[in-house]
Nanobody, 123 residues
Framework: QVQLVESGGGSVQAGGSLRLSCAAS??????MGWFRQAPGKEREGVAV????????YYADSVKGRFILSQDNAKNTVSLQMNSLKPEDTAMYYC??????????????????WGQGTQVTVSS
């Protein structure tokens, strides 16, 4: 059983920054990343990375603003979110797969999920 511990999130004004972190335990994760879900919308991929493999994929909406980094020794990923916009407001979920990441950022590919952390960006 994979266990995920999320931290970070909160409220910030547009243009500000926040950082999310996720630590996984239980199994050696191969793909870790973040998804988000706004009220009334489907869950969408934000960024995922293959642990130790150097491949990271971003949603077009966050490219150039968000950076996903990994700490292999701690099986942890961190999402640095810069230049935040009101449309980034959502519940953010950490997700883990034991397979290598695909490019499609598909939520259905991920069997393990964190509890979620709220990110609110005000204009």
């Amino acid at each position: 059983q994979v266990q995920l511990v999320e931290s970070g999130g909160g409220s910030v004004q547009a243009g500000g920054s926040l950082r999310l972190s996720c630590a996984a335990s239980g199994y050696n994760s191969r793909c870790m990343g973040w998804f988000r879900q706004a009220p009334g919308k489907e869950r969408e991929g934000v960024a995922v990375t293959s642990i130790g493999a150097g491949s990271t994929y971003y949603a077009d909406s966050v490219k150039g603003r968000f950076i996903l980094s990994q700490d292999n020794a701690k099986n942890t990923v961190s999402l640095q979110m810069n230049s935040l916009k009101p449309e980034d407001t959502a519940m953010y979920y950490c997700a883990v797969d034991l397979r290598w990441c695909g490019k499609g950022l598909k939520a259905a590919d991920f069997p393990w999920w964190g509890q979620g952390t709220q990110v609110t960006v005000s204009s």
